[in-house]
T-cell receptor, first 112, second 112 residues
Framework: ETGVTQTPRHLVMGMTNKKSLKCEQH?????MYWYKQSAKKPLELMFV???????ENNSVPSRFSPECPNSSHLFLHLHTLQPEDSALYLC???????????FGDGTRLSIL | KQEVTQIPAALSVPEGENLVLNCSFT??????LQWFRQDPGKGLTSLLL?????REQTSGRLNASLDKSSGRSTLYIAASQPGDSATYLC???????????FGTGTRLQVFP
């Protein structure tokens, strides 16, 4: 039990599909994050939510749309994705910006 | 702009060896530095977090040091085991960016 659960674990979709990634944390944290991990690249921060308010949008294309309905849940809505969006998408949570981040196992996304 | 570099990119050692993984960063104004482990197809597991005011942290066979003025951290693994095989990531939480900046990792293989 990692404390941070991501679903689905794997997702294959066409470029015209719409899907959503889900993240749930059971740690009582007040900040949640979406990261993208591509091959041979460092993890890239996409979005940060603190107390359910978005505080960081790291110049991510609008085809990625985050949603944080409460402090325990975070979604990433996907539409009209490109092949270069294929990657491992990781969710994390923390008690604050200076506290350790705890990660889920990620969603492996493949765009056909 | 904060940049994080990890050397070596890959390392293969026989079990029982003591080894050192290196991390360097360009901006010394940091809140903390965190070492993670990532197994194939999995998320990140936090190993150690060193606050900017600390010099080192220890957990079992792992010891992480921080020299903020020179922009360096090392992760020391004592008596390595095959179960230590994974990718090790270093991440810096910078004062100016207030977010984690990751290195590209060191891929470690410990063979019996």
């Amino acid at each position: 039990e990692t404390g941070v659960t991501q679903t689905p674990r794997h997702l294959v979709m066409g470029m015209t599909n719409k899907k959503s990634l889900k993240c749930e944390q059971h740690l009582g944290h007040n900040a949640m994050y979406w990261y993208k991990q591509s091959a041979k690249k460092p993890l890239e921060l996409m979005f940060v939510y603190s107390l359910e308010e978005r505080v960081e949008n790291n110049s991510v294309p609008s085809r990625f749309s985050p949603e944080c309905p409460n402090s325990s849940h975070l979604f990433l809505h996907l539409h009209t994705l490109q092949p270069e969006d294929s990657a491992l998408y990781l969710c994390a949570s923390s008690q604050g910006a200076d506290q350790p981040q705890h990660f889920g196992d990620g969603t492996r996304l493949s765009i056909l | 702009k904060q940049e994080v570099t990890q050397i070596p990119a890959a390392l293969s050692v026989p079990e029982g060896e003591n080894l050192v993984l290196n991390c360097s960063f360009t901006d010394s104004a940091i809140y903390n530095l965190q070492w993670f482990r990532q197994d194939p197809g999995k998320g990140l597991t936090s190993l150690l977090l060193i606050q900017s005011s600390q010099r080192e942290q220890t957990s079992g066979r792992l010891n992480a040091s921080l020299d903020k003025s020179s922009g360096r951290s090392t992760l020391y693994i004592a008596a390595s085991q095959p179960g230590d095989s994974a990718t090790y990531l270093c991440a810096v939480n910078g004062v100016s960016t207030d977010k984690l900046i990751f290195g590209t990792g060191t891929r470690l293989q410990v063979f019996p």
